[in-house]
């Protein structure tokens, strides 16, 4: 068999050849056996840390109790610990952890997909102004003085609006094209700004002005069980509709028109995309208000230990994502006596991550 | 080596007949365009700029919706295809490809397997040893893990050509493929694409050099301001009449006997300055 086309003819090419296939087979054993390596590595990661953070807090414990705590509650034993440690390592801290484990992957996941998809490394969830939609349902929310199921629902509907304008727009005036999807998304999110900017202005400085601001700061402290439940199965639901587009989204990276001559359905992975990523956005910044930086900063993290395959990429993204919040909100609840705002810390610890990222990978980008 | 090329009989791979499209507002970009392509058949389609040879090629490629005639791909109407079924006839090397995110040449030519994976699946390591098959094949084994936007021009050409391969298809469409390649390169592409065409495949290839279809094409297209001006073997259609009819420019067809093979007269294209001459005085 001729090793190459041009080679049936030529002893010396041919005997080259096979060196350099001898050389190209090792890669490929050694990337199918560590390809769930990176994987199992994150996961432990999370575990540890999502243990750990059941400790650390303003009140803290030492992982020594929080162990003994959690062993005797699952094993149904005579209880340990004080009442006090008890009903944080149970009842406290776990909402809040899950709530970031959520809100981490969630808004990590559709990150990378928007950035595959759009192929474009600086792309973030808020690009279709979800985010300054679901800020202002909140604050109109606030300003009524409704109930938080309420002002989740109201952050959640305007959060869709958003992006639902921006979509009309790349529709109608773009004919379908993803810049101008991306510039309507950009003039929605400016237009929501000036709304939640209006409702600052006519808000109480005494009582809801603090209020809507706090909301827009970012936190996971209003999280319960009870809130999670829906929210969560929203994030699960959309996680499972990434995945399914997995191998589409890979192709869509090295473009539309070649995507589509390889196969690929454009409309159905574009819709599934947006979609599921617009869904996942509005959900979780109802639940935790304005988090940035997290979904911009860490599919590139993921990318640089995984590579570009969205197949990686997602599970990677997920897990880094979840670890990343959980650790940022651990200094949240633990670094100063009052709870520090989580949207404040993300952007203070994301962007010199990012400008390290741009100098370790921006040339790649020019 | 017998030529087992260029045989009326084989079979009709491509049949486009009557294709007009255009965009409502600008006027027709192909009007009445009628071609076939047999089976280890190379196509070359010549024609100035904004001719139509792209517009002709993503009609093919089912990227255009075109307003009337047929493309029938081994007697299969396009137009009732799923893009899936189309990608397994047709596989598309495009002139060049960018990707902001660094993909490695080998999961760049894995992509070509995506009409043969189930919905919902992956890759699996028999694909990705295709892939790294049909690399080889081209004797670029050894960049497959290397990161494809750093690879120069030549090799990432090398690679598109690869994933066309992986996607094991009939029909090979390539535009323009040279445009971008040293000589070098431009010479070694076209000896794998008409080893490739040896093996039975059709290709369909646009290009600004007709020195190129009288070389390496059995058929060669001229196309000026979307219709067919001529089309048939190289020696007949390209002569110095219609190629300086299609480009506007004056250009000389000649015969030159091959130093290796004495008695064979191959023809390529010349042009010179309109007054007198410099390199050959």
Redesign the interface.
Known sequence: MPICVRCSRNERFRTEHEARRARAVDPLTRRVFGEHAPVLVLSAILLLLGLLSLGIGRYMIDPRTVFHVLIQHLMDLPSVGSPTEQAIVLNIRPPRIFAAIVVGAALSASGAAYQTMFRNPLVSPEILGVAAGAGFGASIGILLGVGVGLLEILSFGCGLLAALLALAIGRLVGNGSLSILVLGGIVIGAMFGALIAATQYFANPETTLPEITFWLFGSLGRATFASLQVPALIVALCLAALYAVRWPLTVLAAGDDEARTMGINLGLTWSVVIAASTLMTATVVSLAGIIGWVGLVVPHLARFIVGPSFTRLLPASILIGAIYLLAVDDVARSASPLDLPLGILTALVGAPFFILLLMKLGRRWS | MSDPRACPDQPVSLAIADLTFGYPAKGHRLQDVSLTLREAEICCLLGPNGAGKTTLL?CL???LKPERGTIRIQGQDIKSL???????L???V?QS????????A???AV??R??H?RS????S?AD??IA?GR?????I??L??R?F??LSGGQRQMVLLARALV?DARILVLDEPTAALDYGNEV?LL??VS??ADEGRSVLMTTHQPAQAFGYADRAVLLRDGAILAQGPPDEVLTSESLTALYGATIHVVSVSLPDHPGRVMKTCLSRPDSGWRGAK
Do not use: H, K
């Open positions: 993503r490629l089912g990227l799923a893009a899936r079924d189309l990608a397994r047709v596989a598309y495009p490809a960018t990707t902001p995110f660094p993909f490695t080998l999961e760049m992509m070509g995506t009409p994976l919902g699946a992956v890759p390591a990705r040893r790294l690399l080889d094949r081209l004797g084994a050894a497959a893990d990161i936007s750093t996607q070694r000896q794998i080893a490739l």
